[in-house]
Each structure stands twice: as C-alpha cells, then as structure tokens.
C-alpha cells in the first residue's frame, strides 16, 4: 500500500502500514508510480486526473475529498480556479469503457439522509468500533466554544488524525 503525504506525517503512516510513503508535494511525485487497483483520491480538482492515469485497467478511482481547493486559512479564487475547471469537465466516458477504468465520487453528505443505502457499510463499521477491532485515532479534541481551532488545525493540515469536537 503506498500512501501520499508532506514529509512530516511519513512516520504516521508507515504505523499505519504503508509501504511506501510519497511526497506529494515534489514536481512529477507520480512518474513511475502504478498501475494500482484502487486510487483513493482527497485533494480532488486536477489531480483526479493524474490519480485516473494511475489506475490499471479494471482499476477504480474513488474521490471523496476536495482539499486543493482550500489553501491556508483564506480561500484564493485565482488558485483554486484550475481545479475547479478541472472537475468540470469531468471524465470521457467512451475512454473509461475503452480502458475499463470506473471513476467513483463519494459525499458522505449526500447518503447521510439515506440510511437505507449507508446502512450496509455503516452497520459492520459500527460493530466494529463497538466491539473494539478499530480504534480511531483523534489528532485533538476541542471544545465547540473554541471551534475556529480546530478549523486551523484542518486548514494548516496539522493533522493526520481525527480532529473532534465536543460540547
């Protein structure tokens, strides 16, 4: 399993079994890197496409996440733009059947209302952090009052963990 992280969270995610840990950050990180199975991709914008053309075929492209278009505490139309345009334009489907490649989008949002089709992956996610086989792992736990903190702490990208809130 290879993971993609800033220098700094290496060492977390090789506790977390990852084999190889990867600077995203560097220019060409993703040269010579694939195919893979699964591409789970956070950052969205220009680098699903990147993650697309990572994939073997009958490979799958999950993204989930669209973190290139926060940078820093303050949000920058000029450089969030190209990422935007990006997802856009979306993916060729004739090129992914031709490849065998699926391209999958994932907001939690979006099934939180619809149990029915959320309850089979939440139900043996529940189970298990009930009966203890998974253990989350939590960065901080901060108060509501002091919430802009825990917004600092995502945007700084600080963590690699869980940041909680509680009353």
């Known amino acids: 399993m290879h993971g993609t992280a800033s220098p700094q969270k290496h060492q977390k995610l090789a506790e977390f079994g990852v084999d190889r840990a990867i600077d995203y950050r560097r220019d060409g990180w993703w040269q010579g890197l694939g195919p ?17 053309t990572l994939l073997r075929p009958g490979g799958r ?4 996440g669209i973190s290139n278009m926060q940078h820093g505490e ?5 450089r969030v733009a190209p ?3 990006s997802m856009l334009r979306g993916f060729n489907l004739m090129k992914q059947l031709e490849e065998s490649k699926t391209v999958i989008g ?38 509501f009052a002091e919430a802009p903190e825990a917004h600092r702490i995502l945007a700084a990208r600080e963590n690699v963990d869980k940041v909680v809130l509680v009353p």
Do not use: C, F, Q
């Not at 492209?61 to 989930?64: D, K, R």
């Not at 303050?74 to 000029?78: F, H």
């Open 83 to 85: 990422h935007a345009l």
């Open 74 to 78: 303050k949000r920058s139309m000029r």
């Open 36 to 52: 893979y199975d699964v591409v789970l991709d956070a950052l969205g914008g220009t680098s699903l496409r990147r993650s697309y």
């Open 106 to 143: 994932l907001n939690m949002l979006r099934l939180w209302d619809d149990r029915r089709t959320l309850e089979p992956w939440i139900a043996p996610l529940t189970k298990a952090l009930n009966d203890g086989t998974i253990l989350p792992i939590v960065h901080a736990i901060v108060p």
């Open 61 to 64: 492209l999950v993204g989930y």
